[in-house]
């Protein structure tokens, strides 16, 4: 996000907003190589290469970026007519407000991002990205090929028909069989009614990977911070390290409260 030099300058610690006035109006300060004099340039700390007598500033990112291993019963909005419990609610120790990158059903659990960084928000989530989501899906019964191919090759909905997609066979069990579908469009409910459409009863759907980036191992309710190099390359920027990111953690949050109920919410209505 673009901001005030002098206020990138005296955010970094260095010297105070008025000193850092002087240091722009000086001369000494450079943008991407480029001598800046004019108060009120702005720049953007995150992306651009900011000097003050030719030494690159430390500045402590405040961009969050957050994977959740979203469970069932929670919703993917900030506030809820409802009172229902918020995926927001498993980051109590996340020191500033983050914003859910698209949405995952209310029963619908695995990977979600999350961050406060809007303009990497709307890149991954706009169309021409076309980022890769894949969803595990349990289905009541026996899968056959016809419907696989059927939804690999498109299903018409009610907004019309969906893109190939890549769908395969994970597991069979007795009473259910798992599916992977690979989509890159986000419609609402999508995979839900393209399993519908193939008369396929949905028991549980679990996002596994988006892009490049796979849920791995976080249990139900826990998150870590992204690191430099998954946050570029999901928005397809080159990897670079001027700035110091938030350290990678696993937090546990309402985990352990989560497991114990059995993968569901406590203490709240369920839908
Ligand atoms: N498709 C769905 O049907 N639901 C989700 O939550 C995500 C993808």
Redesign the pocket.
Known sequence: MLERLQKIISAAGITSRRASEALILNGQVAVNGVVVTELGSKADPDKDTITVDGKPLKIESHRLYILLNKPPGYITALKDSQDRPLVTDLLKDVPDRVYPVG???YN?EGLLLLTNDGDWANRLMHPRHEIE?E?HVRVRGKVIDQQLKRMAEGVELEDGKTAPAVVSLVKSGEQNDWISVAIHEGRN?????MCEAVSLSVVR?K?IRYGSLMLGTLRAGQFRYLSDAEVRELSGEPAKSLFVRQPQREVSQKAARTERSGGKASGRRQQ
């Open positions: 949405r995952l059903d619908t989501k969803y409910r999508q995979v839900r009614r759907l996002r």
